[in-house]
């Protein structure tokens, strides 16, 4: 399909063990949260799927056109994609280009680690204030979409402003994982 | 600022954020943002995640997810190995016969599975042994296969052809059909040259068999019964009429793109169940947790990539640009040669997601200007990322053909991919020849634009 999105993550499940215990705590309860949300987007995924197939099904042999199953089948995918951003941040699998990462001196290297961890989690602290501004309006708005079937607006944003918190939160850890020690850190073949 | 000191900032700033090493996804966003707080209003600022939201919400973008289930459960089986076996069953007393079965074995299920890594690790793995056991030469049968592997984002369904066509604004069915045509001449150059090969080593071997050295692999004939290759098909046609019946749901009206992406995931998935068993949670699990990992990497950078180009657009760089481009007053085949070579060397360093939605607006105008089929383009702009997949430094499959076959060195790997790679560049000029090849198919079946 592409190069760079089906390589193998850097980081194998698990093989980040911080040294300090408050943050090997935070480690452990977000690898649960992220494996708990990871199961319920499979079935938003296999859920879309689903309602995209019933809607051919049903217009074809029961002759009865559906309104709802493009935007249901929209926020089941763009639910499941925020949602699991930050399981796929857990091992480093969100790809970067990593050309120069052997031609610099380690030093530098951990710094440039550091500051692209660090300025990674500060767009997405930017962006999931966004997004909970957004859900917020559409919340106390009652905003929905402009369809006839026009579901309310505040479902698609809150999955995405809880996805991209939990995401910098993943990426603020692993920040801190790096200064404190415990990245045990897989390279890509 | 000037606009062009504003677009030189931008592209300076893209270029150093992303060669520090972020995330792609991070650091499209991080610069589209930084750029609407410097140079856009305020509140411009406000609508950043409404951006995002509003342009992955879009039905069509969303069927990626989907046609990567249905990749991704073909590719999880041993669906790649049972396709290859029975090609090879059939075709091996053709001449050159094996290499043809990888090739074709490479293109079928790189258009069932539409991804060319899981085409070379699932085809690769059992026909590089396979042609290495029958004396075909390290390199060459690690090239036909990396090569035949980048047939995945060519034939439909591609997601890079649904990405082009969302940010060229075109139609992605007759962009489906347009691929069809290229598939077949680009199959057809990789199988040719895979024959005039084999003969070669066949030669080769036979002379040195007959001046006393030792027996080649390669002069050994190979037999199989009619019941054995009969035997073999069961496990494969399913997954043709996967293949046929998504393509008939598409084109036959039934359903729409994502429609489509919806049941041949399902099917997909009721496939694999029903032919290998894959049907429990922990069979399951691994395709589903493979596509959402896949799925939201390449969704976030199009997010973003969207988002930045939004602001790219809003800050009046991509139109700048374009009309620097169009005021260089380049002869129409420069102008394209030029667009040619910088979408090489972008993929160099960048998947192919990228290179469209960021290039998208600057080059889309110009070449529309010149009087270029943006079909026809999509088209000869993917065969041209297809060769990123395998020319180095960082051609993808020439990395999952090594970890397919770790014995091939590398030097072998790479200069197994050569010709192939001059093959592509066959194809280019074959298209630019006679455009028909991709436009006859679509021009046929939906009307002449």
Known sequence: ?189 | MSELGIGLSYGAATLLVMFSGMPIAFALGTVAAAFMYFFMPASSLDTVAQNVYEEMASITLLAIPLFILKGAAIGRSRAGKDLYSAIHAWLHKVPGGLGIANVFACALFAAMAGSSPATCSAIGSAGIPEMRRRGYSPGFAAGIIAAGGTLGILLPPSVVMILYAVAAEQSLGRLFLAGIGPGILMVSLFAGYAVMKARQEYKAALVIYQNGGPKSAYLEKEHFTLAQKVEMLPRVLPFLILLLGVMVALYGGLATPSETAGLGGLLALGLVAVVYGLWRPKDLAPILGATLKESTMLMLIIGMSLLYSYVMSHLHISQGAAQWIVGMALSKWVLLAVVLVMVIVLGFFLPPVSIILMTAPIILPPLKAAGFDLIWFGVVMTIVMEMGLIHPPVGLNIFVIKNVAPDIPLKDVIWGVMPFVALMFLAVFLLCAFPGIATGLPNMVMGVK
Request: glycine letters at 6%.
């Open chain 1, 1 to 189: 399909m592409s190069h760079g999105f089906e390589l193998e993550p850097a980081l194998a499940p698990g093989t980040m063990r911080p040294k300090n215990a408050v943050v090997a705590a935070l480690a452990k309860g977000l690898n649960v949260l992220n494996a708990l949300v990871l199961r319920i987007s499979m079935v938003a995924l296999l859920g879309a799927s689903g309602v995209l197939t019933y809607s051919v099904v049903t217009r074809y042999f029961l002759k009865s056109a559906t309104d709802w199953q493009d935007e249901v089948a929209v926020f089941l995918l763009v639910g499941a994609t925020f949602m699991t951003t930050a399981h796929v941040q857990s091992l480093r699998g969100h790809v970067g280009i990593e050309a120069f990462a052997n031609l610099l001196p380690p030093f530098v290297n951990r710094a440039r680690l550091f500051l692209v961890d660090i300025i990674s989690a500060l767009f997405c602290s930017f962006f999931s204030w966004k997004s909970w501004t957004l859900f917020y309006e559409a919340w106390s708005e009652g905003q929905t979409t402009s369809s006839s079937f026009a579901p309310p607006l505040w479902i698609p944003y809150s999955l995405m402003a809880v996805g991209m918190s939990v995401l910098t939160l993943q990426l603020f850890l692993q920040t801190l994982v790096r200064v404190t020690g415990g990245e045990v850190q897989k390279e890509k073949k």
